[in-house]
């Protein structure tokens, strides 16, 4: 399986939710890539602000992008901060360098897929991705800081 | 109330997907967005092509840009290409000027958000997205072509 | 595998620039992408001219998008052309609605990537495009007009 | 002869990817474009990550825009990051203001292309972006740090 079924999408986002809840989170918006960096699920908790969704999307999209958890892309953008320039406009705008995206690996190590969460600090957010992608039974890198 | 909460979003895509099971439609993608355009929540079943969700938001959103169903939105696209040329240009590419993005409105007859299905033809994607609607107990506006 | 391989990749491209040869066709340009509509691998003939980079990937694309071959797409533009508008802005104008795209099928009919083709008469294009497709081992689906 | 051959870009990609072979690298993606900017050939190897194109694509854009490799580009980005901004944003965001995009020239010094690459260390990736130029017999312009 080289592609994130909707089922496993939707158990990942409820696991997630449920970390949330749980730690007194904020509340949050999830969203589920697949391995090509198109949305196959998403919900966003009532009072989570306006534009949680591209937050939690750019996340997502950012860690599939260079291929590492977005605390790695955060990481790059600290480091290079024009590198990350060039990389936010040539992606359209679509990756947001900040912690909380996440690489969900089958058991073989492959990206199958990845979440990203906006809502809480991005500490926060990446705990409750990584709770989601194990309950779901995926492998999860959240990156390197 | 008027924004849709994500419990009554949840309810509108699994109806919606289960019309779509019921009527042996082809995979859908279903997007629920609030009165403000942003996205509420959304699933993409297995099978349903690459830009579906691109397609399914574009729908309710351009059901919301003028308050009317997307039927309502294709006829106008008919009748006036120039006008709808430039609407999409306008909504930075957000419009889908095609039936099966409908709007969601409580009991007061406000619009608290919009739903958009792709995946099989318009008219059964609205069907779904109607069923969907009425399911969650909310009055449902697919527009008039 | 529900990716393509390098390997497949460019197996693909000199199937389809031998059958071009073989036509007397014009320079081509040959683009494959995965199943998320990333280049995989992509040539240029010489004297193939400055956007056909543009329009191979857009072939590619919009078989991708709707999940069929690009004279499908083109057939849709036709008959509805406000739904391509929509599309095309949708898609960032990654979307070039005529034939030539292919999509590449494993043997268990799922869509591993897709190739476009353009140089020569988009009849030609898809002919070299399914010859590629099929030399190496997959299924072709080019749409139907 | 002001533009690449097919044949030559072929080559250079060839011997690019043999060096990362040599070198230990992560898979690399290598792009080659003409004098003007556009793609002539491009190669993604396996397991490289989703945006690896656009990156390895802009590096090279990035050196034909201001006619010196892309470490020269990076040295701009450190001393003057609103001219990099700008020349980001005018390019379309087709600028990676990174090392690893290296001019290709031919014996009289005239620049006919370049190459980008990505996937490893940026030190790296110029490495192996250099030794494909050499070994299909051109001049290589890495720029300076």
Redesign the interface.
């Known amino acids: ?3 994130i ?2 089922s496993k ?2 158990s990942i986002i409820k696991a997630a939710l449920a970390k949330g809840a749980e730690g007194g989170m904020r509340p949050l918006s999830v969203a589920v890539l ?13 009072g989570s602000s ?2 949680r ?1 591209e937050i939690a999307f750019g996340k997502a999209y950012g860690a ?5 958890g977005s605390r790695t892309v955060e990481k790059f953008a600290k480091e ?4 990350m ?3 936010v ?4 705008g679509n990756v947001i360098p900040v912690a909380g995206g996440v690489l969900v690996k089958n058991a073989k190590g492959e ?1 199958i897929g990845a979440v990203g969460i906006s809502g809480d600090t991005s500490d926060n957010d990446e705990t409750a991705a990584i709770a989601g992608v194990e309950a779901a039974g995926f492998v999860a890198d959240g990156g390197q800081g």
Chains 1, 2, 3, 4 share one sequence.
Not at 34 to 46: R, S
Not at 64 to 68: K, P, Q, R, T, V
């Open positions: 399986m080289a592609y079924t909707l999408a939707n697949d391995a090509g960096g198109h949305l196959k699920a998403f919900q966003k908790q009532d306006m534009l969704f599939l992008a260079i291929g590492a290079r901060p024009h590198f320039e060039g990389l406009a040539s992606s359209g990206v």
